[in-house]
């Protein structure tokens, strides 16, 4: 008989109708750690002039409905499971807003969610909580139409509160001057009490504009990694960065960005304004930026709480082990043997350094259809630059080189890429090539099947580390497996040996 195929899971979208885009993300399942395989944005600027004339602008209307139109048949054509739309504050506070919802309505097929401040707040704070492991700081969103403000500790959220602070709502109401957005920022968060617990935690900026921020400094500063999740810069250095882009953008010195698109270059300024001042009032210890926000929170309140408090890490890497390695289950079974080989090493280990060491466990094997010679490296730039979140960069890189030196060996002499390196502390290198030394073990013993490890344990006596290989397994063993063993023992300050029972 034919192999029973699984069941593929819906995929899902959100239309997002914002105050500056209109965007469509579909994602390959409703999961705890989302995966998104399409995404497109129109910048149609719909809340444009909703601070001076309470109206979205009629040629933002129509390019926002051709849009729509177009997420539609996209909708259709990949045979999405299900679609869920929203819409922000340009929407809601547009007087005619109900009159481009309703047409939206009919264009989409389904109903559109308008967005309360408040609730739009917490969807923003959701998203961040599934995407940042243990959040905690206050989430900031900036849209083109309002700015949403909102603590978060883990999974647990305040009311929050929102202003009329987007970068389009403060362009339209100072007239383009930045000096009069600047005494609007500044009355408008004077009394934002939200701010006042922020400090010496983390500010987390969301939505577009920041990112472009983000981007901009990114390129800037030469950082190695162009993953935007979880980019974060000291406060004092993000402070110093917006001021002078503030100045720049003064003297028109930001005009025609690459990194930038040209409708969103205009309101960079504005986005650095308020960070500024949000700096200034909170004084928050780093600035982390986001990219899981509203839609992403939207489709996580969805999820059975069961799921919501599982690790976003780990479920990812468990899909992509299910995805790209020889065998889900010898994976699993590594978890386990490399935790029997801290606790008889004595290896001390962190909560968070435990959850790394999982993830690279799930990850030590995907790289097995790449070219031998390039297995390193190739798996390397997937981990490192993959599309997962609850992780932060250092984590990454940690995770990445785990599985490099799994692949390239542990020397010193095969080395690892200097700019992904100083992305970590040396402490986290070593432990990295500890852990590559115990996968290039553990996989030489078993050929990554299922069933070996569990048949082979560790034992100790002083400085004499030793691995036991049950009778039913004794075949296994060779000088390679030997001498790779003596060099893993060798890096945790023991003499290793191997043992037939």
């Not at 993300?25 to 601070?51: H, P, W």
């Not at 929050?160 to 000096?179: E, F, I, N, Y």
């Not at 094997?365 to 932060?392: K, S």
């Not at 073990?441 to 078993?446: D, E, G, N, T, Y």
């Amino acid at each position: 008989m034919p192999a029973r195929r699984r069941k593929r899971a819906l995929s899902v979208a959100v239309i997002d109708i914002g105050s500056n885009s209109v965007r469509l993300v579909v994602y390959e399942s409703m999961a705890r750690s989302l995966v998104s395989i399409f995404n497109e944005k129109t910048l149609c600027g719909l809340g444009r002039e909703v601070q001076t004339t309470g109206l979205l602008a009629p040629d933002a209307i129509s390019k926002a409905l051709t849009s729509l139109r177009r997420f539609r048949a996209l909708c259709r054509v990949m045979k999405v499971g299900r679609v869920y739309a929203i819409a922000t504050a340009a929407c809601r506070d547009a007087t005619n807003g109900p009159e481009f919802i309703a047409r939206a309505q009919r264009i989409c097929g389904v109903k559109i969610e308008v967005l309360p401040g408040k609730r739009e707040a917490r969807l923003s704070a959701l998203g961040v909580a599934s995407g940042v492991y243990q959040p905690d700081g206050i989430v900031g969103d900036l849209g083109g139409g309002s700015l949403e403000l909102i603590d978060v500790r883990g999974n647990r959220l305040t009311h929050g509160v929102t202003l009329p602070l987007g970068s389009l709502a403060l362009q339209d109401a100072s007239q383009r001057s930045p000096k009069k957005a600047e005494r609007i920022v500044k009355t408008a968060l004077a009394s934002v009490a939200e701010l006042k617990a922020g400090e010496d935690r983390n500010f987390y900026a969301v939505g577009g504009t920041w990112r472009a921020l983000a981007r901009i400094h990114i390129i800037q500063s030469g950082y190695p990694l162009h993953v935007m999740h979880g980019y974060a810069i000291p406060a004092a250095d993000a402070l110093a960065f917006v001021r002078r882009l503030r100045r720049l953008a003064t003297a028109n010195i930001l005009a025609n960005i690459d990194a930038v698109a040209d409708a969103r270059q205009p309101l960079l300024v504005y986005a650095a304004l308020v960070l500024e001042h949000i700096i200034r009032i909170a004084k928050p210890k780093a600035i982390v930026f986001s990219t899981y926000g509203v839609r992403e929170g939207l489709l996580h309140e969805m999820l059975p709480e069961k799921e919501r408090t599982k690790d976003g890490l780990i479920c990812a890497a468990q899909t992509l082990n299910e995805l790209l390695s020889r065998s889900s289950h010898h994976a699993e079974e590594l978890i386990g043997w490399t935790d029997r080989f801290v606790r008889i090493a004595k290896l001390k280990e962190t909560p968070d350094e435990r959850r790394l060491r999982h993830a690279a466990c799930l990850l030590s094997d995907i790289g097995w259809r790449v070219h031998p010679d390039y297995r390193g490296e190739q798996t390397l730039n997937l981990i490192c630059n993959g599309n997962f979140g609850a992780i932060t960069h250092p984590g990454r890189a940690f995770v990445a080189l785990s599985v490099f030196y799994r692949y390239a060996g542990v020397r010193e002499e095969n080395g690892s890429p200097p700019l992904i390196r100083a992305l970590v502390t040396p402490a986290m290198i070593e432990r990295a090539r500890i852990l590559g030394a115990a996968f290039r073990v553990a996989h030489l013993i078993s050929a990554a099947r299922p069933g070996v490890l569990p048949a082979t344990h560790f034992r100790t006596n002083g400085r004499k580390l030793t691995l036991v290989f049950e009778h039913r397994m004794v075949d296994l063993v060779a000088d390679r497996v030997g001498s790779r063993f003596k060099q893993l023992a060798r890096l945790v300050g023991r003499s290793g040996t191997i043992v037939r029972r």
